[in-house]
Nanobody, 124 residues
Framework: VQLQASRGGLVQAGDSLRLSCTASERTPSDYAMGWFRQAPGKGREFVAAVSWSGYSTYYADSVKGRFTISRDNAQNTAYLQMSSLKPEDTAVYYC??????????????????WGQGTLVTVSS
């Protein structure tokens, strides 16, 4: 399975931006998808995750209320809608897909499939 993320970009503080992540194929049983990010000079951190059905979502405290994760299984695509962006949201964003159920979706180790990363820069 290959994951292709949409391009990020340069936005201003307070702006909105939507990222998408499309899987090259749909596995027989669909699994959760997540977004992580890595800011300059920092480690990769969890941002958001959505269950295979789309009914359950999970967010890091730093983005709760501003970011929304969703998915369209018919399109093999997950989305990350980012609103009220802040300069501290500047990072390379990675999408990821799990391969099993019942995992801790906030952990990188739960995801064997990763996209290439896309840079989002938020200017103040």
């Amino acid at each position: 399975v290959q994951l292709q993320a949409s391009r990020g970009g340069l936005v201003q503080a307070g702006d909105s931006l939507r990222l998408s992540c499309t899987a090259s194929e749909r596995t027989p049983s669909d699994y959760a998808m997540g977004w992580f990010r890595q800011a300059p000079g920092k480690g990769r951190e969890f941002v958001a995750a959505v269950s295979w059905s789309g009914y359950s979502t999970y967010y890091a405290d730093s983005v709760k209320g501003r970011f929304t994760i969703s998915r369209d299984n018919a399109q093999n695509t997950a989305y990350l809608q980012m609103s009220s962006l802040k300069p501290e949201d500047t990072a390379v964003y990675y999408c990821a897909k799990a391969k099993a159920y019942g995992l801790d979706l906030t952990q990188e180790t739960s995801y064997p499939y990763w996209g290439q990363g896309t840079l989002v820069t938020v200017s103040s």
